[in-house]
């Protein structure tokens, strides 16, 4: 018995795979979308009696090609665009018509926005498909980045859409290139310029011409160099953010995705490299 019982384990095995063929979709997907929270912070987003605000800023991304049409946060619907071989193609005609038709039921009037190229946006849902080939963003204007007046944190879904049986063997690096060729990560913000600290300095040395007594117009000794900010880059191992940073207060395994914990800060490590930094 337990000779035949033996002999059928092969055929159990490929039962088992032909009832359950997506069981190995599944779990790229899960894992894929873990890769991508870590990498996009999503916004949170609320309201008062004044309107709808920012609770908590999410991953800034900057708009690289027009054509995304988005709608009022408060609107209901949401409207999607499909971005695919780095074109992008709005919602059609009849989605279009269906929202102008609800709005008019309420005495609303229709209002849609295309976000143009240099807008900054927040994500605010990501979702993996891997049976679809698509990765779909949900995405909320930065109205105080746009300068927009009055606040209407215009809203919309990027469904980026990829090659047939590509997304399930896809790297998250891969995926984020693809999204960034649309929505970059915006880096401009990080970049502080050092004009005014500059123009400071320079108005102090004007102040200083005209008559000086002796003692001072000797020249001083030379000051040490100042040390190098420590700095983490994308790509950064472990080791070399440790040897940057020190050790950190705390550190957070969590398979391939660590978290290590400072004073002010937490940088997210996937498969040992530096992913994002918050």
Known sequence: MSRKFHDLIPGIILLAATIYPFSWANSQAVSLQEQLAAQYKLVKMGSDTSGYAVVDKGTLLAVQKGGILAVPYGDQNVLSNRYENGSIKGPNSLSL?????IMGKFGKEQTTHLFA???KVYPMKIDVN????????EIVACDTCNKTDPP??????VIFVFPKGSLAAASAGQVEDTIGTLLSINTDDAKQGDSGQQGGDQQQGGDQGG?????????A????PPAEPASIDKGMTTDQVQA???KPDKIVNLGTKTIYYYKDMKVIFLSGKVSDVQ
């Open 97 to 101: 018509m269906g929202r102008k038709s």
């Open 244 to 246: 940057a940073m020190g």
């Open 152 to 157: 209407t944190y215009n809203k919309t879904n």
């Open 130 to 137: 891997v049976a679809k080939d698509t990765v779909t963003l």
């Open 117 to 119: 190229v240099g807008d």
């Open 211 to 219: 008559q000086q007594p002796a003692a001072a117009q000797q020249p």
């Open 221 to 224: 000794a030379e000051a040490p």
